[in-house]
């Protein structure tokens, strides 16, 4: 039987079943099903990569917006493509975000945090989801969450792994 945590308009995970060593866990965020192409999860590697990220969100360690006066949408726009001599393409790697394995490598994305709020930025970029998914190619989502939140529903699935 599966489980959901959280909300898939906002952030959500399904635990599913369980087989030698995989699980499936399904991500939803901005009524988008993140794991489309892979969603079968090797446990161990996963609940630490989970639990770093559950980590670095209660500590505040996520840096705010990095251009005073551009969104997050027009951030994550431009760090896709800035190149190696823009000064914006250093910062990137810093606001990287749910990089989990292969289970979240169809997607590009970024955390920023905004006042009290964690946004995160997603973007599908292989080529074969954006040909079945045509209304995807170059839009990004955007979620905006309480970190706390956030946080409980990653310890929560750290939990239910």
Do not use: Y
Not at 49 to 61: C, D, I, K, Q
Not at 150 to 156: C, Q
Request: charged letters at 25%; one cysteine or more.
């Amino acid at each position: 039987m599966a489980v959901l945590l959280g909300e898939k308009r906002r952030f959500a995970v399904e635990v599913g079943e369980r087989s030698s060593g995989l699980r499936r866990v399904d991500l939803w965020a901005a009524d988008q099903w993140l794991t489309c192409d892979d969603n079968m999860v090797f446990v161990e590697q996963f609940r630490r990569s989970v639990e770093e990220t559950a980590v670095s969100v209660r500590s505040g360690r996520i840096p705010p917006l990095p251009v005073a006066g551009l969104s997050a949408v027009a951030t994550h726009r431009r760090f896709g493509t800035a190149t190696d001599d823009d000064p914006i393409c250093q910062l990137r790697e810093q606001f990287r975000f749910l990089c989990w394995g292969p289970t979240t490598d169809n997607l590009q994305t970024f955390a920023f945090r905004d006042g009290d709020d964690l946004v995160i930025t997603l973007q599908f970029w292989r080529e074969g989801h954006l040909l079945d998914h045509p209304e995807h190619v170059g839009r990004i989502f955007e979620v905006t969450i309480e970190p706390a939140e956030f946080a409980g529903i990653l310890e929560e699935l750290d939990s239910a792994l």
